[in-house]
């Protein structure tokens, strides 16, 4: 269960790097991750958490990026999801 539990941990990450570089916040991030790759909620927050508190400069700046940045249409943001899934590996090992 360790490498599974992991690999599936490493997956969770990539697509939230993915949410990031699109500009979502936590919360869109949760929520698309939720209905295009069927990945709870709490998994997706807690890995989330996870990476502010290794990265916390990032995530300072990013932060006040996101109050400033223009918002991608709820239509776009589902087209960039489900081509992120379609191009993730579907064996992740790292």
């Not at 991750?33 to 709490?42: D, F, G, N």
């Not at 990265?55 to 932060?63: H, M, P, Q, T, V």
Request: with cysteine; charged share 30%; proline share 2%.
């Amino acid at each position: 269960m360790g490498d599974s539990s992991s690999s599936y941990i490493h997956m969770v990450q990539h697509l939230i790097e993915k949410c990031l570089i699109f500009k979502m916040t936590k919360e869109e991030c949760m929520e698309a991750l939720s209905k295009h790759a069927s990945i709870e909620p709490v998994i997706t927050s807690t890995v989330w958490n996870e990476l502010e508190k290794e990265n916390k400069e990032f995530f300072e700046a990013y932060a006040q990026s996101q109050s400033k940045q223009d918002r991608m249409s709820e239509e776009e943001t589902s087209q960039m999801i489900q081509k992120m899934i379609s191009d993730s590996p579907k064996d992740h090992d790292d």
